[in-house]
Every structure is written in C-alpha cells, then in structure tokens.
C-alpha cells in the first residue's frame, strides 16, 4: 500500500507538471502526446534491460477489451493535461479516485474482465460513501 501510495503521489506531481506542460505548448494535447512518447521510451528502454521476448497476444484468441489500457491510459493523460488546471490537483485527484473506486467496486462485484469476485459488502459501500463525501468536502473550500 505504501508503494502504491508513493505511485499516487507521483501522479499528483504528473498531473502538475503536465499541467504546466499544456501551458508551455499551448494544446492539452500535445501536452499528452509529449508525456506518453516519454513514458514510451522509458518503457521501451526498461524492456530493453529486462530482455523480454515480446508476445503480441492474438486478437482471435484473447478478448477484444484486452487492448483498452492503452486508450484507457491516453484518455487519463489527455484529461490531466485538460483539467487540472480547472480543477485544481486535489479536487482533480480525488475525482480520480472516486471513479476508480467506484468502477474497481463494479468490477469486484462482477468479476468484470476476468478478474476475482469479491462481492459488495456494507463495508465497502460505507467506504465509497465516505470518500465521496471527502470529495465534496474538497470541492466545497
């Protein structure tokens, strides 16, 4: 959990700089299109260490959602670089937050994209409800 939370802090700190990014390039667009050729090389550079034989997945063989990350991934830097500027990083970050609990609560639940069942209990919904209500107290001042 502390790993995960030192990720978050770094994309706080993503949302920031690519915040400043859109306003150095003038187009939140290429604001995303710069960070993800970045994340590109340091990946590709990563896997050139690593030596792993690339596998592409057959599209036959695999389900048609394996391939959304990757959209999934440019929809989230495109809406940093547009958004925090309005939103601020906090209240930007705790909306963030929110959908993801929300759709990891669904998916949970489902067991959506072959992943495990853990169902929704009065616990976790009481947690959902609570990180909303911090939300709004964000977004209230």
Do not use: C
């Not at 949302?15 to 390039?25: D, I, K, S």
């Amino acid at each position: 959990m502390f790993l995960a939370a030192l990720v978050g802090g770094g994309l706080a700190t993503q949302a920031a700089v690519n915040t400043q990014l859109r306003a150095a390039t003038g187009s939140a667009l290429w604001a995303a299109i710069i960070s993800a050729i970045l994340t590109v090389v340091l990946l590709f550079g990563a896997q050139l260490a690593a030596r792993e034989p690339l596998v592409i997945p057959s599209p036959a063989q695999h389900p048609w959602w394996l391939w959304i990350g990757g959209i999934m991934g440019a929809f989230y830097v495109f809406a940093i670089a547009s958004f925090t500027r309005h939103l601020g990083v906090a209240l930007m970050f705790g909306s963030i937050v929110a959908g993801q609990l929300l759709a990891g609560l669904l998916i949970d639940h489902y067991g959506l994209f072959n992943s495990s069942v853990t169902r929704m209990s009065p616990s976790r919904l009481a947690g959902a409800i609570l990180l909303l209500a911090g939300l709004a107290l964000i977004r209230w001042k």
